[in-house]
């Protein structure tokens, strides 16, 4: 729970109780940078009691109509409280108030779609029968919980995010010691006390606040957690399989998303997706589009609409309803992006529009005579910046868009079905999104990378497969 002072004061939540620490962070307005919210800072103690929790918490039964009763009634809440929520989601994050206002109406169905899979997970016959030998043998699988679940949550989507790994886990049985990024903590503690509103009992879920370095190295260091789920940077990702060792770990890890734009497309809806899906959240998702690759034929026509609808996206405040684009999660991110793209510029590269900061905005930026090796080609740039080139032929063009460490998810603009089945066969990414961009995600498809974009999958039904372990028993006579 909050406690008031000047601004609100939230706890850590271990056990069913909210736990007040007198060390705190400072959760800030992302428009104005003043502090909107603080947030308790765990220490190594509450993450031993948050993990025994946890554990301790999976001796008392759980019924799967009862995880079903708990995740439903949660999704009801958001909702009912969408408005409220988007408001502070659009504070702490700093994306328009709209795009917010979507975030919790997919949240809410996220868990409505892991309180439904709570009901259907199941196992199937083997037919050991029909090897010499086992003739009077039966045997079925089941599937079992996990155990203890470690979520680690980014500042990007701080709710939906959240509740992709948190609705799932409990939809399978799990307990959770959840961790949200330190900038975006407050939608988390929300959601926190939302479900124990809903009945899940104390142990389910557990809340950790504080510095991600610290908290999360406790985490992965505590051999009672059985498993980790994290969305970030490829670097922590592979510092927690390595860590984790044998344990199960399901990494999103992020992309530098590629489209294509085939010579029979239809340019004016590409170059407009294109656009939207470049700029959304400031160009901070890990599906936004970065590459776009536009044959030759058609590259002009394209890239002057897609200017056209860029230019027209209003840069400012994420409450006012005009809003098409907020501030970046921090100044330094910002100056980060200044600096690749000034760099890319000395290499060569042309500024269509944008390729100017102010303060912690950096407007929506285009670059051409970009080559394939420049940072904001290779690298992702998590911010409001696209690189546009043109191409020749389809097999160069999938060649450059598998020339990259990443594998997310990609985007393909054709009405060419040969081309399209080429695709499919030879892009090498987890999602090939046709005739969209690669920004196009809905909440119960199965979602996850290849290479360096991580492994396991997202979507409530997908990540129970993660979530849970597969029993064989076998009947003899």
């Not at 039966?138 to 995010?161: H, K, S, Y």
């Not at 793209?341 to 290499?347: D, G, R, W």
């Not at 290849?450 to 597969?470: F, H, L």
Request: proline fraction near 4%.
């Amino acid at each position: 729970m909050a406690t008031q002072t000047s601004v609100l004061t939230y706890g850590l939540y271990i056990d069913g109780e909210w736990r007040e620490k007198s060390v705190t962070d400072d959760v800030l307005n992302k428009y104005t940078q003043e502090v909107t919210a603080r947030t308790a800072a765990a220490d190594k103690q509450d993450v031993i009691d948050a993990v025994q929790a946890a554990k301790n918490a999976l001796k008392t039964p759980f019924s799967p109509y009862d995880r079903y009763s708990v995740l439903i009634k949660a999704a009801a809440t958001l909702r009912a409280r969408q408005d409220e929520l988007g408001e502070i989601l659009a504070r702490e994050v700093g994306k328009p108030l709209a795009e917010c206002r979507g975030e919790v109406g997919r949240a809410a169905l996220t868990l409505e779609v892991s309180a439904e899979e709570a009901k259907r997970i199941h196992g199937e016959g083997i037919p050991v029968e029909s090897a010499p030998g086992s003739e009077q043998r039966q045997a079925f699988t089941r599937r079992f919980p996990i155990g203890v679940v470690a979520a680690i949550t980014p500042f990007n989507v701080p709710l939906n995010l959240v509740c992709h790994k948190i609705g799932p886990a409990l939809a399978a049985g799990n307990s959770v010691v959840l961790k949200p990024a330190e900038v975006t903590p407050i939608c988390a503690v929300i959601l926190t006390e939302i479900m124990e509103e809903a009945g899940l009992p104390a142990g389910r879920l557990n809340l950790l606040t504080g510095d991600g370095a610290t908290v999360g190295e406790w985490l992965v260091e505590n051999q009672d957690v059985n498993m980790f789920t994290f969305t970030g940077s490829p670097r922590v990702g592979q510092h927690i399989r390595e860590k984790a060792g044998l344990r199960n770990v399901a990494l999103e890890l992020g992309n530098n998303s590629a489209t294509i734009v085939h010579r029979d497309a239809d340019i004016e809806t590409a170059a407009t997706l294109s656009a939207e899906k470049s700029f959304n959240n400031a160009g901070q998702v890990c599906i936004s589009v970065q590459r776009v690759y536009v044959h030759e034929e058609v590259y002009e026509s394209f890239l002057a609409k897609m200017k056209e609808v860029t230019e027209g996206l209003v840069v400012g405040d994420p409450m006012d309803a005009s809003t098409s684009i907020g501030p970046m999660i921090a100044e330094r991110e910002a100056i980060r992006v200044e600096s690749w793209v000034n760099e890319a510029v000395e290499q060569g590269a042309s500024v269509e529009t944008g390729g100017k900061r102010d303060g912690v905005f950096y407007y929506p930026t285009i670059l051409t005579n970009v080559t394939d090796e420049m940072k904001v080609c290779r690298q992702e740039v998590f911010g409001p910046v696209v690189a546009v080139s043109s191409y020749r032929s389809e097999d160069e063009v999938i060649a450059r868009v598998n020339d990259s460490e990443y594998g997310l998810q990609a985007g393909l603009f054709t009405n060419d079905l040969a081309f399209t089945l080429k695709a499919i066969n030879e892009i090498h990414v987890g999602g090939l999104i046709i005739n969209d961009t690669s920004g196009y995600r809905v909440d119960h498809m199965p979602y996850g990378g290849v290479k360096k974009s991580g492994t396991g999958k997202e979507g409530p039904r997908y990540a129970i497969e993660e979530m849970t372990e597969e029993k064989i028993i076998v009947f003899n006579g």
